[in-house]
């Protein structure tokens, strides 16, 4: 078993640090807010004061945060995890960020002589809390082989991706695949519901034809056919709406950077701005469907 420093216990990370323990691992959580390291604690965690006091002597580490700038400063600032874990570490960044500082970090966990995948997640929260995430991972060989049995006490699927990089990048282009299916399936159930076309015989006819997805058949945006789905519970997520439009920005930053031509991708990040700016962005993403019904209340 590892001493694993866990950085960044929020909805994803809280959960996952505790699947980690579940696992047999000594986890050392830090987050910058109070209210979830203790959380973290109630889940058999070890509470410390700082990301530099999570990676010290720690196995592994393991980073679940919000954007590029911040993985780039816990690891590599003055002070940071890269300066003070033990040489030939594992470090494995579960957070969503742009592929350049995926592979900026990475370049610097290998100079300080450590190991580094990044291993984006699919599954949301209740992934989370059931220990059945989808990881999307990135890295050499070698690290990829030390990560796998990490993931596997939080995760069912871990695929690897390629080089440095890769599990963002996979993760960047699943999400906007996914924003753009989400919005094309609400936009054919509000066609049905003005053509009186009731939505539980759209789901019947297209989840057998070749209309059938993943956010029709699992995920459904109206409230009936898949119970399990956020629209049977007031589009409380899940995966919020913002989360989503963060995928398809750094889809489109992406896309841009790569000469890439992506016009439904900027469709829909236009789309879920647009819901955003309303006040919706703590909604789930399948939500979505209201503003396109003209329903915002």
């Known amino acids: 078993m590892a001493v694993i ?6 909805n994803m990370g809280g959960p996952m640090a505790g699947n980690l323990v ?3 691992h000594t986890v050392r959580a830090f987050d910058l807010s109070k209210d979830s390291v203790a959380k973290a604690v109630e889940r058999g ?8 006091d999570a990676a010290t002597g720690a196995d592994v580490v393991v980073t679940m945060l919000p954007a590029g700038q911040h993985v780039r400063a816990v690891y590599c600032n003055d002070g940071g995890v890269l300066s003070v874990a033990p ?3 594992l470090m494995i960044d579960c957070s969503t960020v742009d592929v350049d500082s995926a592979r900026a970090v990475a370049k610097a966990a290998e100079e300080a002589g450590m190991a580094m995948v990044d291993a984006p997640v699919s599954g949301g929260t209740a992934g989370a809390e059931g220990g059945t995430l989808t990881f999307m991972v990135g890295g050499p060989d070698a690290a990829f082989d030390r990560a796998r049995p990490v993931l596997e006490a939080m995760g069912k699927t ?3 991706a390629g080089g440095p990089g890769n599990g963002q990048a996979a993760k960047i282009c699943n999400n906007m695949l996914l924003g753009i299916c989400m919005i094309g399936t609400s936009e054919a159930f509000m066609l049905a519901k003005r053509l009186g076309l009731d939505a539980q015989k759209l789901f019947d006819i297209s989840s057998k034809a070749s209309g059938q997805n993943w956010s029709m058949t699992s995920y459904c945006p109206v409230p009936g056919p898949v119970p399990t789905s956020p629209a049977n519970r007031g589009y409380t997520p899940g995966f919020a709406a913002d989360m989503m439009l963060k995928d398809l920005k750094l889809s489109q930053e992406a896309a841009a950077r790569a000469g890439a031509s992506t016009p439904l991708g ?3 990040e236009s789309l879920y701005q647009l819901f955003s700016n309303a006040g919706h962005g703590g909604v789930d993403f399948s939500g979505i469907i209201k503003m396109l019904d003209g329903d915002m209340t």
């Open 22 to 24: 579940k696992a047999g």
């Open 158 to 160: 871990i695929v690897h």
């Open 87 to 89: 040489k030939g570490a």
């Open 5 to 10: 420093g866990f950085i960044g216990l929020g």
């Open 45 to 52: 965690c070890v509470a410390v004061a700082s990301a530099a």
């Open 266 to 268: 900027a469709a829909a």
